[in-house]
């Protein structure tokens, strides 16, 4: 079966550090991944998705970048946080063309930056 | 433009009573359907979808939605609510099979269930 993985759950930043999420898929192969950040009392913001390797498409400007550097592994990244990149971050797949749309998500990432 | 647009923000109802969450939406061609849930803290978790044929589709933890072509709504029901089902319920749409190769979702704003015991 699939499972989708991402870390760390919680992390504390100051502003102004770098950022790196990680979120990896098991058990399946060229999935659609997905960057949504939730934002307190707020719905899902989609900020990045990705159809393969190294194809990243983004929804919004912002100070955030996302990766692909390998077939089930999704990175959002960041030089210099922003006060305003706190929120809920997670991460989702899909089984892209060759299947039924249908989103699963990982458990999530809280981003406090101070 | 395609939006989905849940009215409801927050909900109360008492545990045992009947509870529906509404969502419609706008979208260019008949779209998947989905409803996922989110409990505190925590990633979101599929209930339900519709795809195709009968209209009224059964889910997890009892829930079942209602697809109306001509009102464009896919509301979330439970005849009798838990404790447990306090959460953040959102809808969401997307493209049939075939017609995209993003598989990217609309989401609604979310509602906020909340259980009176």
């Known amino acids: 079966s699939q499972t989708i993985h991402q870390w760390p759950a919680t992390l504390v930043q100051p502003v102004g550090s770098p950022l790196s999420l990680e979120c990896t898929v098991e058990?399946?192969?060229?999935?659609?991944l997905y960057w949504y950040r939730q934002a307190a009392g707020r719905g899902l913001q989609l900020l990045f998705y990705s159809v393969g390797i190294g194809q990243i498409s983004s929804e919004v400007p912002q100070n955030l970048s996302a990766s692909r550097p390998q077939d089930r592994q999704f990175i959002l990244s960041s030089k210099k946080l922003l006060l305003s990149d706190s929120g809920f971050y997670l991460c989702a797949w899909s089984p892209g063309s060759l299947g039924v749309n249908i989103q699963y998500f990982g458990a999530g990432t809280r981003l406090s930056v101070l | 433009a395609q939006s989905v647009t849940q009215p409801d923000i927050h909900i109360t109802v008492s545990e045992g009573a009947s509870l529906e969450l509404r969502c419609n939406y706008s979208?260019?061609?008949?779209?998947?359907l989905f409803w996922y849930v989110q409990s505190p803290g925590q990633g979101l978790q599929l209930l339900l979808k519709?795809?195709?044929?009968?209209?009224l589709v059964q889910g997890i933890k009892g829930f079942e939605a209602e697809f109306k072509r001509s009102q464009s709504s896919f509301n979330l029901r439970k005849p009798s609510v838990h404790w447990s089902d306090a959460a953040e319920y959102f809808c969401a749409v997307g493209p049939r099979h075939g017609s995209s190769n993003t598989g990217k979702l609309i989401f609604g704003q979310g509602t906020t269930l909340q259980v009176k015991p």
């Open positions: 979208y260019g061609a008949t779209p998947y």
């Open positions: 058990g399946t192969s060229n999935p659609n």
């Open positions: 519709y795809f195709s044929g009968d209209t």
